[in-house]
């Protein structure tokens, strides 16, 4: 017979995938594992463990060198991967870079884009709400050239003002403008078209970083408008090792080299060198060609399942999620307090507890969650906390995990006597 509590939970669930993920069949002390914690990595689907073996098993040669037909299986393999992945996104391949993360993207532009176009008197505009990833390199950068490092700030609801963003721009000296599509900590999904049309009016040039928007949701880098558009392949059920920039043509071609080294050049002499055509010029050395294999089969998998599939899910988790944090005494959320307005995660406090133990609680439970300033101190300062505890879905999670972090959280209050 069904209860009204699984009434409740079958209705929110649409995917129901979970079996397309080998370590989510794992125990840990007896207990199955709850993996609440996608918005520090993903878990990896066997399509995607399958597509990197198979690939070292059977084709593995380094790329853009050999003319046997191993090495051209590899070099097949690998630009594939690239089509595959700048398609998922609407972009175009031949300006679809590979980087390391997501932070070594964020990093090409700092370095190859931002040492020639930023300087003295010039501003870097980007957002209380940063990634470190997004803060430091402008900060090093800002110092580096005498430039001013300006931020937009966070509301009461973990929203921007796009009033502000309007005011900095008309001071005139805004060169870049560099904000987040979601946010790891508060969830925020920023109005990211509305920023760039209003950042590329300005003439100034825009940077979003989509770490916690391309697992998630549907996203066309085109339709978005930004000049430069980064995420990072862990997080959106491929391996680590691997992130993507996707940047405007006349913009990467103008631009010097990050990194120097083999597969960067055109050709080399003892006093000079000259440098290889896009995407290549920005791919220094051996790129991560098992990581682009394995990336180009998660991207293949979501776009099986649907990104809006996908985010229609983890909508509906995530306001459950919301739903039964409520339930918990003395808990707090940050950021937008509707399911629509976020994505797919809450960052919370409990009064009375630090959140470390708080994710230890969860831990007890087999309830994998994070805590701690996630990589956002600037933020958890104008949120006047020391860190908080975070829950984040993905594609293979049900409300029974939910269930499970509630359940936890409640049992962890009575340890505390709270
Ligand atoms: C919004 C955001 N930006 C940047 C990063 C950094 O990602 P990576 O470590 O893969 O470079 C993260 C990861 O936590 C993130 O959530």
């Known amino acids: 017979m069904k209860t009204a509590e699984s009434e409740r939970t079958t209705a929110v669930s649409t995917l129901d995938v979970r079996d397309d993920f080998p370590i989510l069949s794992r125990h840990i002390d007896g207990r199955p594992l709850v993996y609440l914690d996608s918005g520090a990595t993903s878990q990896k689907p066997a399509a995607v463990i399958d597509?990197?073996?198979?690939y070292l098993s059977e084709h593995n040669a380094n790329v853009h060198r050999g003319v046997y037909a191993l090495a051209q299986e590899s070099d097949a393999a690998?630009?594939?991967?690239?089509?595959?992945?700048a398609?998922?996104?609407?972009w175009e391949p031949r300006t679809t870079i590979f980087t390391k993360n997501v932070t070594e993207a964020i990093n090409l532009v700092a370095y190859a884009w931002g040492r020639t176009n930023v300087g003295p008197g010039d501003a870097v505009l980007t957002t209380q709400m940063e990634h470190h990833a997004n803060i430091v390199p402008w900060q090093v950068l800002c110092r580096e050239r005498g430039a001013e490092l300006r931020y937009?700030?966070?509301d009461e609801r973990g929203e921007l003002s796009l009033d502000q963003l309007d005011r900095?721009?008309?001071?005139?000296?805004?060169?870049?403008?560099?904000?987040t599509h979601v946010s790891n900590v508060l969830g925020t999904i920023l109005p990211v078209a509305e920023m760039t049309a209003r950042v590329r009016a300005a003439g100034a040039t825009s940077l979003v970083d989509g770490a916690q928007a391309v697992p998630h949701m549907p996203v066309n880098t085109a339709a978005l408008g930004a000049d430069f558009y980064a995420w990072t392949g862990h997080k959106a059920l491929g391996p680590t090792g691997i992130g993507v920039l996707h940047g405007r043509t006349e913009i990467l071609e103008q631009m010097e080299p990050f990194l120097t080294g083999g597969d960067m050049i055109a050709s080399v002499d003892f006093d000079g060198a000259t440098w290889n055509e896009l995407p290549f010029k920005f791919e220094a050395g051996t790129p991560p060609i098992a990581e682009a294999v394995g990336l180009g089969a998660a991207v293949d998998y979501l776009s099986a399942l649907g990104m809006e599939r996908v985010r229609a899910h983890e909508r509906k988790l995530t306001g459950y999620l919301l739903d039964r944090l409520r339930e918990v005494p003395g808990l707090r959320v940050v950021g937008p307090p509707e399911a629509e307005n976020r994505g797919g995660l809450a960052s919370f406090t409990i009064e009375g507890m630090h959140a470390h133990d708080i994710a230890e609680l969860a831990n007890r439970g087999g309830v994998c969650i994070r805590a701690g300033h996630h990589c956002a101190q600037?933020?958890?300062?104008r949120l006047g906390v020391a860190a908080?505890?975070?829950?984040?879905?993905?594609?293979?999670?049900?409300?029974?995990?939910v269930d499970a972090l509630i359940d936890a959280l409640l049992a962890g209050r009575r340890v505390f006597e709270l």
């Not at 597509?51 to 198979?54: L, N, R, T, Y």
């Not at 398609?87 to 609407?90: C, E, H, L, T």
């Open 168 to 179: 900095e721009l008309a001071r005139g000296d805004v060169k870049l403008v560099t904000f």
């Open 78 to 85: 690998y630009e594939s991967a690239r089509e595959r992945i």
């Open 378 to 381: 600037p933020l958890m300062r």
């Open 388 to 401: 908080t505890a975070r829950a984040s879905v993905g594609v293979y999670n049900e409300p029974v995990d």
């Open 51 to 54: 597509a990197i073996s198979d």
């Open 152 to 154: 937009l700030e966070v």
């Open 87 to 90: 398609a998922f996104v609407g």
